[in-house]
DNA sequence: GACAGTTTCAAACAGTTGTTATAAATATTA
DNA sequence: TAATATTTATAACAACTGTTTGAAACTGTC
């Protein structure tokens, strides 16, 4: 019997990369299956534990190339100058969360893959908290903490409201990817750049007056 | 012939409704096993299947049951009066979005469902989406329209301003809602009321602060 | 007691899951 | 070319999935 290898071959192991973060974005780890993965990346079922050992494998395999690849395309400051405003820090590093989680491609699996796992924790969470979520949690805090003290005449802000602040920031973030995600229409239609910067800048007002009320105190 | 169903509250049935609610709540629909939810309930496997005929019945079982109970708990407007202003609608909205999603029991499974069936949707979400999110999503627009209409000196605001707050108030009240039941030591601490009205006051606060910032539209 | 309706339980069903053993196909090197 | 290592394909494995079966155990009424 002869093997039909399609000529597009690329490699066995980035097809697997690809469909497996389509899938796990889709499904979450426990309820994607390695046949589905496979019958979408043209592979033998095989193939995932040859190449990554087990199913968990290729699990962090996908976190790892994700997280990489995305923070790669669209850093945190989005090579902003490193003398940037607060403020401006701010709005830049929510438009870069909003390219992150409505561009096209790879870089949208990157924070679904954080959502299946914050709704359905497969165990390796600690890892990816480590290496995904900690920076992004550290750079943000900075920057609100920054402003808060700006606002409130160079005094030392309280904790708890630069936590409220930053969860508010990224929970208004997530909320805008998942909604956008889930709606069939916008699923087909994938946003423009500049779309998502305007809804990143309407949430950056909106943050911006959130963060001074809070400062404010009442 | 009347035939003698027992009271909803009691038997199998009601046992199989918590257990579900616990497990479906914590693995979402595909991930849920029904032996695990009668391993739960001490119930036989085939009492799913005798009381509601199969897995999906058994889940449509449990979001009506979580949604009727939640909402009647901790209704929107948390029994406050017709006439408050929409500054005070939306501060007390907020608090009873989060008794439904922190508080102990069927009241925080309620939001974790939804957000299994954003995670992963399992093909009833249209059925949800009608029940219970729908008549939220009315409410919540129609407190943020007037919201907005007083601080625009009665002007009518803008459709997408006051999508865009109405989600962002949203995002960040599920937000809070995820990180807290994800955090290992929050499981076992149950929030006080008191704790719970203090972030409300919280969110509440910056949320007006980011209306009021859209409506001034700089 | 006997009887009929309702509910439980253990076992088994067919289908799917992750994983693996083995052989075939391909790539690499001498 | 031949020999070797790497990669892919097939089929099977045991464990688990939702569901069904049929017999037992209840329930209340006569």
């Given at each position: 019997m002869k093997a039909i290898r399609p000529a597009w071959d690329e490699g066995t192991k980035k097809r697997l990369i690809d469909a497996a973060g389509k899938v796990f974005a889709r499904h979450g780890f426990r309820a994607a299956t390695i046949r589905e993965i496979c019958k979408c990346a043209n592979a033998a079922v095989s193939a995932v534990n040859y190449h990554f050992g087990d199913k968990k494998g290729l699990y962090l395999a996908v976190f790892e190339y994700c997280n990489r690849r995305a923070i790669e395309k669209y850093p945190h400051d989005l090579g902003l100058d490193s003398e940037a405003t607060a403020e401006e820090r701010l709005r830049v590093f929510i438009r870069s969360f909003l390219l992150r989680g409505?561009?096209?491609?790879?870089p949208a699996w990157h924070e679904k893959l954080i959502a299946q796992e914050v709704a359905d924790?497969?165990?390796?969470f600690g890892k990816v908290a480590e290496t995904a979520i900690r920076p992004m949690d550290e750079y943000l805090e900075k920057v609100i903490r920054e402003f808060l003290r700006k606002e409130n005449s160079a005094q030392e802000p309280d904790v708890c409201l630069v936590e409220l602040c930053r969860m508010n920031v990224i929970g208004q973030c997530i909320f805008q990817i998942h909604i956008r995600q889930l709606m069939p229409l916008a699923a087909t239609k994938i946003l423009e750049p500049a779309q998502i910067t305007a809804i990143a800048d309407l949430i950056f007002q909106f943050s911006v007056g959130g963060i001074r009320a809070i400062a404010a105190g009442r």
């Open positions: 409505l561009g096209d491609g790879f924790p497969s165990g390796i």
